[in-house]
């Protein structure tokens, strides 16, 4: 049976590409190493890498086992973390995954209570662009608890933690801001206009795309960027409208905030992989009980450009 001292070989190989590098890291031999890795691929009946002049490729067997290596490894680490907590060590990490939007709109609150209540347990982020990524890469074993959409037929825990609500955003002088819809918009009254819009391997592309199908509409692209606060930054100078969480939003921002209507808007949840232990679950309870979908500066916004119209009449 594979040793997970070979499976970290395996991973450690795959990733630095070469077995000298792999040693390097490993602050092992690479005699040592060649030998220990021969020892797995004889367990498994066959080779896993292929040797090129500089570099190495993995064989049908070796793309089949690395998953599951990365996995088991993964594994690993989290029971060893387990045990400590159970025998009272204040120490460690707390492995946590999500997307790039989530992690500047929603964790931020979280991250700071849960420094403040647990100082010594450290917080390790890994941060996907689109929500499949997030989830095989949970499913991989990366992470503690992972923050995102509700992944599809998961077969571990899932927690809901509230629903994200999206805004368009446009300059302040848009004609738009004036009309008595304002401060909801219907996304085919702007069917005409370029937009501020995402690159494709970011899940808030897939988002915008299917809210202007809905629509009616295919948007016209103006730019692209990869992050929520990039994207209201271009539309608040002009560029074009787009489509970002309204948690990304921060106070004082200068550009035009309007609803879609009909409202757009997405669920998230945490999930694990197994039941999670005490400190993952303490987590899960300061994340469900603070998670700013919608924070009180752009509730507050919102409110009052709603009574501005009534208050022109």
Known sequence: MATLRQLEYLVAIVDEGSFTRAAERLHITQPGLSHQFQALEREVGGPLLERLPRAVRLTPAGRAMLPHARAALADAERATTAARRATGVAGGELHLATLYSISFGVLPGALGIWRDRHPGVRVRLFEHRRAE???AAMAAGQADIALGPPPTAWEGPIRYVGTEEFLVITHAGDPVTSTDQTPGIRLADLADREWVHFTPDSGLAGILDRACAAAGFHPK??????????AANYAAAGLGPTLVPAN????HFAGALLRPDPPVSRQLTAYTRTGPDP???AFLDI???QALLMPTHIRRRLRLTERAPQSRR
């Open 287 to 289: 994340l469900t009980d």
């Open 221 to 230: 692209i103006a730019v692209r960027t990869e992050q929520a606060p990039a």
């Open 279 to 281: 400190v993952a679950a």
């Open 133 to 135: 990524d997030l989830a």
């Open 248 to 251: 990304t939003i921060p106070p």
